[in-house]
């Protein structure tokens, strides 16, 4: 009888053992939640590319052939900021957010 209660305990252990080993599993594997994504800084206007694009941070006084009255950087499909948002990222300038009331010669309509 001795043997056979080694081999239950030896069961049950192994048991215990397959039982806890997928949550375990899953805490080895879990990735962490991502951190909030950072403020990117605004564009500087004396960036090569900004001046390049002649991108300004208003629509007022815009004199570039290409602009046309209403068009501004929350209306372009580059524009990736949420709306009502005062700044947002573009993805012509990633490292940097733009002016949703800004604008540049590479506007182009969102669909």
């Not at 900021?81 to 969102?110: E, I, M, N, R």
Request: hydrophobic letters at 40%; proline letters at 8%.
């Amino acid at each position: 009888m001795h043997d056979h209660d080694s081999g239950r305990r030896r069961f049950f252990g192994i048991a215990a053992m397959m039982a806890m080993a997928p949550m375990a599993a899953q805490q080895a594997f879990a990735q962490a939640k991502p951190a909030a994504p950072k403020a990117l800084p605004k564009l500087p206007l004396d960036n090569p590319q900004a001046k390049a694009l002649a991108y300004t941070e208003t629509t007022k006084g815009i004199t570039h052939k290409a602009f046309k009255p209403g068009s501004d950087c929350a209306n372009c499909m580059l524009y990736k900021g949420a709306a009502g948002q005062a700044y947002g990222p573009c993805t012509l300038f990633p490292q940097h957010s733009v002016a949703a009331k800004g604008w540049c010669s590479a506007w182009a309509k969102k669909a």
